[in-house]
């Protein structure tokens, strides 16, 4: 009781209550915005958080993720034009229903659907969380090296079509993590006599150069200044109760799978919406109006890719293990507060295991508050001018660089990351798996040389350990399942 | 079956630069690689954790293989391939980052960043000056002011005026 009251007013304050509010709408805005998506989103807000305490920032934060993952649909209901990845499916039913007039019902379904999902998934995040914790209390550097090579499978999820590039771009995010004193014997590696390199290159700068750097260098190549903005308007009105009983069961299923697939790494909100679409579409008594604006389909989808926030979190939070480049950034976020995610989070910092599932639930009432009382406004920031938004954007990018250590070498790190990810995006080589990679690699060092001391180099020794094994089982069935199917589908 | 030269949204400009990242990556790899041999500590080799150069090896030996895996085939790109002006507007948006961060450690983050704001968007093909100018007095404020008083995050100074 003494911890839930503490918890309370933790979240209670003033400021905490105005990062969540205000990281909800910058999220939605960002989300609204086409291409912009949650990793650019929270790495604008990255700098406002440095000097915050834990839980404001962490308001601010997943006050942004929870916000860019629903806003997308505002843009995919009326324009056609997805937000973000994760809203994608929503265009498909969403956009039918704007053209016949019920844009307005139709973000009231995506609202509350949104809504619903994301408090579902806090509820696993608190169950699922804490039990995985308990359970990898027991882990020795063995397990974990296990559990980093396990989580690099899903480099090969992000990279979908693209698989040697995905793999390429993530070991040289392996590689970059090396440059500096080595964990274990403190010798400097790659630093070519530079005294900067010798502290090593933080993530920060490397996602700010990858994703936001590259992706505003890309929009100014494809800009068009003489076209016209859009002047969309529309309301937001709540579909009745009768509507929603015989959709309680899509809802459910929705969030379901979302936390499923959302505590997988490689996996993410753009995967859970579409297989929960498709499983409507399979499964809905309204089957055939798919494609012609049936809500079921956006209260999967957006039910699922809402629940994919909190389930997210689970292994990123239980084990400091991300599954993608949002969950990255925030791990990134975390240890910049000086907090470590882990097991020993659960135990040592149970208040701000709390005070995250607090503000998650917190966040998702505000977020279903926003959207009801901001749809029409949002809509206006798509008649922003894209090269004023390029212009902001870069500006804060920077100090986002720049204000991790208050150095700038991180800046010109980030816009080095910035032209390379021009580079690798016009070559077909992804660059969230260079962040995944950077993330993983100083923990899958450190634990397979540790472990090595442990067994005094003996590396078979580590297929002897049960839960160990199991791992390396399962990431070895993970990468060779689709050469499986392949071979299936061929013979 | 497709290919990139027949294939309009795979244009052989991306083949090429596909190409060019994985040998340029490959260049690295052999110069980092050659590091791997430098002198380490004793303490370093009588660990049983086998050095410091011990796991970048064997990732530079996946990068090796990954990258003459590329040059080899190339996997078409879904990202569309910018225009020349495009790629001009691109390099030169670049240039001007770089000219923003000298401006930063030069003149401070308020007057480089006024500056930035201002031009980017006049260099990018926006021609409403007076809109530019108020807006980008009014962002680049805003955030001088939350970081400076609110966030006491002390942003770089200009050398000639005191406090910003």
């Known amino acids: ?491 | 079956m497709k290919t990139h030269d027949t294939d309009p949204t795979h244009p052989p400009g991306g083949r090429a630069i596909a190409i060019g990242v994985a040998l340029a990556i490959l260049a690295l790899a052999a110069l980092l690689f050659s590091q791997t041999f430098a002198e380490i500590s004793a303490f370093a080799r009588a660990s049983q954790g086998r050095g410091p150069f011990f796991y970048p090896r064997f990732i530079l030996a996946a990068v090796a293989l990954l990258g003459l895996l590329m040059v080899l085939r190339p996997v078409p790109t879904d990202e569309p391939m910018p225009s020349g002006a495009g790629l001009r507007r691109a390099t030169g948006l670049v240039l001007a980052v770089a000219v923003y961060a000298l401006g930063l450690s030069l003149a401070g983050f308020l007057i480089s960043s006024l500056l930035f704001a201002c031009l980017a968007p006049l260099f990018l093909g926006y021609r409403r000056l007076a809109v530019t100018a108020l807006v980008a007095a009014v962002f680049c404020l805003s955030v001088w002011y939350l970081f400076e008083n609110a966030f006491l995050i002390i942003l770089p100074r200009s050398p000639w005026f005191d406090g910003f």
């Open chain 1, 1 to 491: 009781m003494e911890l839930i009251l503490g918890t309370l007013g933790e979240i209670a304050t003033p400021l905490a209550l105005l990062c969540m509010v205000a990281g909800t709408v910058v999220g939605v805005l960002v989300g609204v915005l086409p291409g912009l998506g949650s990793v650019v989103g929270l790495t604008m807000v990255l700098p406002f958080t440095f000097s915050m305490p834990q839980v404001p920032a962490l308001a601010l934060m997943l006050g942004v993720y929870c916000g860019s993952v629903y806003g997308g649909s505002i843009t995919a209901i009326i324009l056609n034009t997805p937000g973000t990845p994760q809203s994608a499916a929503t265009a498909m039913e969403g956009f039918p229903m704007a053209r016949r007039g019920d844009a307005d019902i139709a973000i009231g379904w995506v609202t509350a659907a949104s809504t619903l999902g994301g408090l579902f998934s806090v509820l696993v995040l608190m169950l699922a969380g804490s039990w995985l914790a308990a359970f990898s209390l027991n882990f020795t550097p063995i397990e974990y090296f296990a559990l980093g090579v396990f989580a690099l499978t899903c480099i090969a999820g992000v990279s979908a079509g693209a698989m040697v590039p995905g793999l390429l771009s993530g070991a040289c995010g392996l590689l970059v993590a090396t440059i500096g004193a080595d964990p274990v014997t403190g010798d400097l590696r790659f630093t070519f006599d530079s005294f900067e390199l010798s502290a090593g290159i933080t993530l920060i700068p490397v996602i700010v150069g990858l994703f936001a750097y590259s992706e505003m260098f890309l929009r100014a190549a494809r800009i068009d200044p003489s076209a016209a903005r859009e002047k969309n308007r529309v309301g937001f009105r709540l579909p009745p109760l009768k509507e929603w009983r015989s959709r309680l069961g899509m809802l459910a299923r929705g969030s379901v799978i979302g936390c499923f697939v959302g505590a997988l790494p490689g996996t993410g909100a753009a995967t859970a919406a579409f297989i929960a679409y498709s499983e409507a579409r399979r499964t809905s008594k309204r089957r055939d109006n798919f494609g012609k604006g049936e809500p079921d389909g956006l209260v999967a989808c957006e039910s699922a890719n809402n629940a994919v926030t909190g389930s997210a979190l689970v292994p990123t939070l239980a084990l400091g293990v991300p599954g993608d480049p949002v969950t990255a950034v925030m791990l990134g976020a975390l240890i910049i507060q000086g907090v470590t995610p882990g097991p020993q989070l659960f135990t040592q910092n149970i208040e701000l295991v709390y005070a995250i599932f607090a503000l998650l639930i917190v966040i998702n009432l505000i977020m279903f508050a926003t959207g009801a009382l901001g749809a029409p406004l949002f809509t206006q920031v798509l008649r922003i001018p894209e090269p004023l938004l390029i212009a902001m954007v870069l500006i804060v990018s920077t100090l986002g660089a720049y204000g991790v250590r208050g150095n700038m070498l991180d800046v010109w790190i980030a816009l080095g990351a910035g032209v390379a990810g021009v580079f690798m995006r016009l070559a077909g080589m992804p660059v969230a798996p260079f962040v995944i990679g950077m993330v993983l690699s100083p923990m899958i060092e450190q634990s397979l040389r540790q472990g090595l001391v442990l067994t005094r180099g003996n590396f078979l020794a580590f297929f002897e350990r049960p839960i160990a094994l199991v791992l390396f089982l399962v990431t070895a069935g993970m990468l060779l399942w689709p050469l499986f199917r392949r071979w299936r589908t061929r013979g």
